[in-house]
């Protein structure tokens, strides 16, 4: 955005690390004033910050499994693509595990969904609901499933890694 500012970024940066921060203590660990801080903070919040969240660890609130579901949907033109993502877009809010989807290309893959389940089965069952209520127009579905609670995870899933991006 043209509008932002170093401030500004040093401030996403530290709301990164810990969005539970005050804003004297943000204030005093970036070098500007509270005022200054709680303005811009304001304004970001407004235009550029989407939301505030809780990451916890998965395995400590029964979630084993992360899924990334790539989809080919069926190739249609522009007017049946439109309603194809209208009723896509009713099924995805219908679940809320379903924590990110959107269209995407590559490897023939069109679409694709990422969620958080308590374990294969529940993965499975939203499968099949999917291909029951959708599967007229995916012409294909390829999955990536990890095991949250494995020792396999060699980078636990959160923002606070992008507060140190350049």
């Known amino acids: 955005m043209a509008w932002m500012k170093r401030v500004d970024y040093d401030i996403l940066s530290e709301l990164a690390r810990n969005a539970k921060i005050s804003d004297r203590?943000?204030?005093?660990?970036?070098g500007v004033s509270q005022p200054t801080v709680t303005r811009r903070r304001a304004r970001l919040e407004r235009e550029v910050i989407d939301s505030?969240?809780?990451i916890p660890k998965w395995?400590?609130?029964g979630y084993t499994l992360f899924a990334i579901t790539l989809i080919k949907v069926r190739n249609t033109g522009t007017?049946?693509?439109m309603a194809?993502?209208?009723r896509s877009s009713e099924w995805l809010r219908k679940h809320p595990n379903i924590i990110m989807s959107s269209n995407c290309s590559g490897n023939e893959i069109n679409s694709f969904?990422?969620?958080?389940?308590k374990n294969f089965g529940d993965?499975?069952?939203?499968l099949l609901e999917m291909r029951t209520e959708l599967g007229d127009v995916i012409d294909g579905v390829q999955t990536l499933l990890v095991n949250l609670?494995?020792?396999?995870?060699?980078?636990?899933?959160?923002?606070?890694?992008l507060a140190d991006a350049k």
Request: hydrophobic share 45%.
């Open 25 to 30: 203590a943000l204030a005093k660990k970036i």
């Open 52 to 54: 505030y969240t809780v």
């Open 59 to 61: 395995g400590a609130v």
């Open 79 to 81: 007017e049946k693509w």
């Open 84 to 86: 194809i993502k209208t």
């Open 113 to 117: 969904m990422i969620s958080i389940h």
């Open 123 to 126: 993965y499975d069952d939203l």
């Open 149 to 161: 609670a494995g020792k396999g995870v060699l980078k636990p899933l959160d923002l606070k890694y």
